[in-house]
Nanobody, 123 residues
Framework: QVQLLESGGGLVQAGGPLRLSCAAS????????MGWFRQAPGKEREFVAL???????TYADSIKGRFTISRDHAKNTVYLQMNSLKPEDTAVYYC?????????????????WGQGTQVTVSS
């Protein structure tokens, strides 16, 4: 079992950077695949990025080239570095973990979730 806590959300101007952190508890963290998802008002939760337990990454087309996901096993933390932010990036961002699938961008395949952190990008 793993527990997740996101932080780092806030208000940022378009074009600016923001880094989200996801602190995980649980000694089995290193074996989990981690993902970031986001949900805007009135829209379904969508995949943003994932990092496998081995370090390989996958990104959604909408953010590819602007966001970077990484993990620090020593700190039990996953990061989402967001650059060149756009107003359409405004959403609640969720950290998620799964030990059920080696690779999946499907939110239904993640069995652990953080509480979410709000990211608002202004024009």
């Amino acid at each position: 079992q793993v527990q997740l806590l996101e932080s780092g959300g806030g208000l940022v101007q378009a074009g600016g950077p923001l880094r989200l952190s996801c602190a995980a508890s649980g000694r089995a963290f290193s074996s989990y695949n981690m993902g970031w998802f986001r949900q805007a008002p009135g829209k379904e939760r969508e995949f943003v990025a994932l990092v496998r337990s081995g370090g390989c990454t996958t990104y959604a087309d909408s953010i590819k080239g602007r966001f970077t996901i990484s993990r620090d096993h020593a700190k039990n933390t996953v990061y989402l570095q967001m650059n060149s932010l756009k107003p359409e990036d405004t959403a609640v961002y969720y950290c998620a973990a799964t030990n059920l699938y080696y690779y999946s961008a499907n939110a239904n395949h993640y069995n652990y979730w953080g509480q979410g952190t709000q990211v608002t990008v202004s024009s």
